[in-house]
């Protein structure tokens, strides 16, 4: 009986493809509900900040993915998502789109993207069950030792993506310093963008993304 119950809970184990404190976040099938959850969530404006926010994206398709905003139309989400993931953008584009209204220095992470993103395709590819498939954003050229509070392109609102694979679907977890809530459909078109282009390495469907944010304001007037 002792080792049928010990079968029951291991196989039980197995099944369980996140922690279960995972189910009790708020889920959304779109980007746009999440996106209308964190604007609402935060509508007070200025420096009104919520602490330690969390939500899960169940579907990473491109619609899914894809939420335009006035700030943000599709041209607007289409130039930054080829400029962060380091492909070929025109200096006309450049001049059009990229301005210090849509994320700035803090929001720019192209630099190195591409050996990033191939090292986590290799990681996985090597060793599926691997917990070291991560994308880091800041301190691309130097050292943590560095860090300077007043350097806006080393304080990048994003620090890491955890691309893991669980229940033979590819997943991943978000760490962010910050969350604008007005920026976030540049952050989660490109996501998505980046983890459909892993999946397709690998050959895998995608499973759920885990939007975890240490400070989730409104727009770029919070300090």
């Known amino acids: ?23 009790l976040l708020p889920r959304h099938k779109t980007g746009r509900t999440l996106y209308d959850e964190m604007r609402d969530l935060t509508k007070a404006g200025g ?29 607007a989400l289409d130039f930054y998502t080829r400029w ?13 789109f990229k301005t210090p209204e849509r994320g700035g220095a803090q929001g720019d992470y192209r630099l190195g993207m591409r050996k990033k993103i191939a090292n986590a395709v290799d990681c996985l ?11 880091p954003i800041p301190f691309a050229t130097e050292g943590s030792e560095s860090v300077d509070w007043r350097d806006a392109g080393q304080t990048k609102c994003c ?14 977890t978000g760490i962010l310093r910050v969350q604008n809530a ?8 490109f996501f ?23 400070s989730l304001c409104h727009d770029r007037s919070a300090t």
Request: hydrophobic share 40%; aromatic share 6%; glycine share 4%.
């Open 182 to 189: 007005s920026i976030f459909p540049k952050n989660m078109h």
């Open 1 to 23: 009986m002792l080792r049928l119950a010990s079968r029951r809970i291991a196989a039980r184990a197995r099944r369980r493809v996140h922690a279960p404190a995972h189910a």
């Open 84 to 96: 962060n993931l380091e492909e070929a953008v025109t200096d006309a584009e450049v001049a059009a």
């Open 47 to 75: 420096d009104f900040t919520v602490h330690n926010y969390a939500a899960v994206l169940e579907d990473l398709s491109e619609d899914a993915t894809t939420v335009e905003t006035e700030l943000f139309p599709s041209a």
């Open 125 to 135: 590819q090597t060793h599926s069950n691997s917990k070291r498939a991560s994308i």
């Open 159 to 172: 620090r890491e993506l955890y691309l893991y694979v669980e229940g033979g679907r590819l997943s991943c």
């Open 192 to 214: 998505g963008a980046l983890l459909r282009h892993v999946a397709s390495e690998l050959g895998l469907p995608l499973g759920v993304y885990t939007h975890n944010v240490a």
